[in-house]
């Protein structure tokens, strides 16, 4: 996600009608990367904002 330069965001209850695209895709990507990364070994799998931490801690 970045900055939302042009446009307007939704409502609550306009983006309420996305959620189930939103869960379904979500959690479809998440095992396509699940299943496509489970097999690697000495890699932690991080999720959105832990690799900017773990940048900050090792510099």
Do not use: N
Not at 3 to 10: M, Q, V
Not at 14 to 25: I, S, V
Request: some cysteine; aromatic content about 12%.
């Amino acid at each position: 996600m970045g900055l939302l330069s042009l446009g307007t965001p939704l409502t609550w209850p306009e983006g309420k009608k996305y959620t189930d695209h939103a869960c379904y895709h979500g959690i479809s990507q998440f095992l396509h990367i699940w299943d496509r990364l489970k097999g690697r070994q000495g890699d932690e799998l991080l999720w959105r904002g832990d690799e900017v931490t773990s940048a900050l801690l090792f510099l």
